[in-house]
């Protein structure tokens, strides 16, 4: 039980700070939700000038459901906006919904790094299911502790999590990259409303440096226990 009490307590560690970072966004958020565009947009009308402005005219903006629950969806080509953004005519929605129109213009023009974090998405999710299986045997449960080829395929499954936590990082930075350019250069958030833009999108991108930085001290961990128990 030592190897998985092990991991537990660097999965507390991680989700702590996690936890700190996912708070300072929703904190920013609500902050600058409270902050009017000169421009009266609201999140639905900034995407769609923004997917105009690209000459993308195949993506849906809709609204969905939720808190900061926003996405880009490649397979149907929608721009999912949550309610607060969808309708929102604030800095805070004028920046979400800019930065998943800019995942719209990475598809548009087959953003490298978009592609092959979408290519490996299938493998991701066959991975993500079995991790919990496999730590439960490879860390010290059912008497199976230290098996040094239980740990490998765990190692494996949780090195191809890591690796997609690491490409996602930059499809983000350069979906909030396109996102502070089109809301700088037309004017859609000026001064301090561009400000406040990237403050918010900064804490956004945070919390995927955090997952990326779990997901490498959680594999390190297990790389480490792998060696260990091979060299026994």
Not at 51 to 61: E, F, M, P, R, T
Request: hydrophobic share 50%.
């Amino acid at each position: 039980m030592g190897g998985y009490m092990g991991y537990m307590i660097i999965v507390g560690v991680m989700s702590l700070l996690g936890g700190f970072v996912s708070n300072r966004l929703k904190s920013k958020f609500k902050k600058y939700a409270q902050v009017g565009l000169r421009s009266g947009l609201s999140g639905k009308e900034v995407a769609e000038q923004m997917l105009q402005h690209y000459g993308i005219h195949d993506v849906q903006v809709v609204q969905g459901q939720g808190f900061l629950s926003d996405h880009y969806n490649p397979g149907t080509k929608t721009v999912s906006l949550s309610p607060d953004v969808y309708q929102g005519r604030s800095i805070s929605a004028a920046a979400v919904a800019a930065h998943e129109c800019g995942h719209a213009v990475q598809h548009d023009t087959s953003y490298a790094w978009l592609k092959m974090r979408s290519a490996l998405v299938p493998m991701v999710n066959v991975a993500a299911t079995a991790q919990q299986y496999l730590l439960m045997f490879a860390l010290g449960m059912f008497g199976m502790s230290n098996n040094p080829t239980l740990l490998f395929i765990t190692c494996a499954a949780f090195a191809v999590t890591a690796l997609f936590s690491f490409i996602t990082l930059p499809v983000e930075f350069d979906a909030s990259r396109r996102a502070l350019v089109w809301l700088d250069e037309t004017g859609v958030a000026q001064g301090e409303e561009y400000d406040g833009a990237k403050d918010a999108l900064k804490w956004a991108a945070m919390t995927y440096v955090a997952a990326a930085l779990s997901a490498l001290v959680i594999l390190l961990y297990l790389i480490l226990r792998y060696v260990a128990a091979s060299q026994d």
